[in-house]
């Protein structure tokens, strides 16, 4: 059985020990401790395994105890070491099964013996002109090209995001099949509007005064823009009525 550590969850638990919740108890139990927790929030950590709610015969949410602490874990977890939910998952199924396992240490995660970096460091790799050139295996035409269209942008000190790499080799994969660059504004113009939905969602989290919470901002927008991918994927695929492998 998993220990409950301190925090809001466990008292708002404890308060209904006694009975099963519906969802917006279960929200305000986890507000004390995690204010930008919503509805939605908790149906995706539903919908993604890591809790499992008791449902009525009319289909409603029933929630135990036992499922808000889960859900304080999580939230916790996600929040302070920045574990993707998956990790989360297999930590949490191994505790519950007995096994003494240690915290996973994943990407940015530190340790408190880490001395942290100076936040002018830059966080994304970057590569120069001529690497970008060289290992998206186009040519300086082709670069201006682009830019031009406002597919590929350089970073203020002139160098590039490694992803740019990326969107580089798909443009010109893209055009062996006749889509040329000036195709491709309206999927970056998409994209635009993605980003500024999922910013306009993280942006009360970045002006939060908890100091953590403004933390998680960052984990919350790498969570929204995977799913925000995965949508947009679906949305084409369902369009075009065919399936990608």
Known sequence: MLQTPSGGARSGAAATDSGLMSIGTVLNALRDEFPEVTISKIRFLESEGLVEPRRTPSGYRKFSARDVERLGHVLRMQRDHYLPLKVIREHLDAMERGEAVPLPVVGRQRTGDDTPEPPERPTAARVGRAELLAAAGIGEDDLVEWQSYGLIAPLEDGAYDAEAVTVASLVAELGRFGIEPR?????????????????QVVAPLKRHRNPQTRAHAEARTKELAALTVRLHAALVQTALGVRLP
């Open 183 to 199: 195709h491709l504004r309206v999927m970056k113009a998409a994209a635009d509007r993605e980003a500024g939905l999922v910013d």
